[in-house]
């Protein structure tokens, strides 16, 4: 007779997961194609407040975030280190306005020689092959003191400029009321021109008409 057990399970559901498989291997293949040929920058999102509702922040749900993603950690260990990482020529060519140690063509040389002449404390640099390495508070220091030289220059050229176009208003001045006290002398000696003339034309007037009685 026919068996009445259950029925067997064949390799249908092997194949779909086997499918299934392939399918996502063949896109995880796909994605990693896709990242290692472009340069993705991942964002590290941080929630402001926990009702979600704009212009509104909760500084110590904040301060958690920062904390349990070790951003915090991070900056620490960072500061603690020489994050700062400049090219022996940036190094000369941002921060000469400093000091002046000569026009050396090895930049390296140039570079060292300009950390020694600002007293910069050696635990707070190093000299690499390519590249100068200094701590946050030393390059924040640098960065203050140049802006302050470029400011006071900045100040001292607008004052120059402004004197040279007071320099040169004055003088445009001048020659106007030059020309303004020309123009005025030559009004008035027209109007005393024209009452002599009158004048001599009343007098002739005058003597002919005596002439006539006389005559």
């Known amino acids: 007779g026919k068996s009445s057990g259950p029925p067997k399970r064949g390799g249908g559901s092997s194949l779909i997961f086997e499918s299934v498989t392939a399918q996502f291997k063949r896109q995880l293949v796909d994605l990693l194609a896709r990242i290692n040929a472009a340069q993705p920058h991942f964002v590290r999102c941080i929630n402001p407040n926990s009702q979600k509702q704009a212009h509104k922040m909760e500084q110590e749900m904040i301060l958690d975030q920062l904390r349990c993603s070790g951003l915090m950690e991070a900056v620490r260990v960072s500061r603690a280190g020489f994050p700062i990482r400049i090219l022996h020529q940036d190094f000369v060519n941002r921060f000469t306005i400093l000091i002046q140690v ?98 001599m034309l009343e007098k002739r007037r005058r003597l002919l008409e005596q002439q006539a009685r006389a005559g």
Not at 109 to 121: D, E, F, N, V
Not at 127 to 147: A, P, Q, W
Not at 163 to 191: D, T
Request: glycine share 6%; aromatic share 6%.
């Open 102 to 199: 000569g026009n050396g063509a090895d930049a390296a040389a140039t570079a060292s020689k300009m950390c020694q002449g600002l007293r910069i404390p050696q635990e707070h640099y190093r000299m690499g092959k390519t590249k100068v390495f200094m701590r946050r508070e030393i390059n924040d220091k640098l960065e203050e003191e140049r802006s302050k030289l470029l400011v006071k220059q900045a100040l001292t050229l607008q004052r120059v400029i402004r004197g040279h176009q007071a320099r040169l208003y004055v003088k445009w001045l001048r020659k106007q009321r030059q020309k303004s006290a020309a123009e005025l002398q030559r009004v008035v000696r027209r109007v005393l021109v024209r009452r002599w003339y009158l004048d």
